[in-house]
């Protein structure tokens, strides 16, 4: 089993900047991508951004290209991602997920294999 560990989220406004963070522990050599998913009410869950874990290759949802970056430190298996240029519709829980294989967007959400317990992320306009 690997355990996701997120922190980083809050009230902002819309320009403004948060970082989050995922620690991941157990299992974790395991794990061969790990990254962000986000969920808006009433919306499906959808991808945002993913990191491999040996070969750094990093993926991103076009809504956040750009404005988003996403990065990892190995030795303390953490996932970082910086999240500036926030618009009101940012707004949404953001899941930290790992997972073996590769995974670069929404379709892969059913897949997962590990998820954290999300951190609300509000940008006010």
């Known amino acids: 089993q690997v355990q996701l560990v997120e922190s980083g989220g809050g009230l902002v406004q819309a320009g403004g900047s948060l970082r989050l963070s995922c620690a991941a522990s157990?299992?974790?050599?395991?794990?061969?991508?790990m990254g962000w998913f986000r969920q808006a009410p009433g919306k499906e869950r959808e991808f945002v951004s993913a990191i491999t874990w040996s070969i750094v290759k990093t993926y991103y949802a076009d809504s956040v290209k750009g404005r988003f970056t996403i990065s990892r430190d190995n030795a303390k298996n953490t996932v970082y991602l910086q999240m500036d240029s926030l618009k009101p519709e940012d707004t949404a829980v953001y899941y930290c997920?790992?997972?073996?294989?590769?995974?670069?967007?929404?379709?892969?959400?059913?897949?997962?294999?590990?998820w954290g317990k999300g951190t609300l992320v509000t940008v006010s306009s």
């Open positions: 157990g299992r974790t050599f395991s794990v061969y991508a």
């Open positions: 997920a790992a997972d073996s294989r590769p995974f670069s967007g929404s379709e892969y959400a059913h897949a997962i294999d590990y």
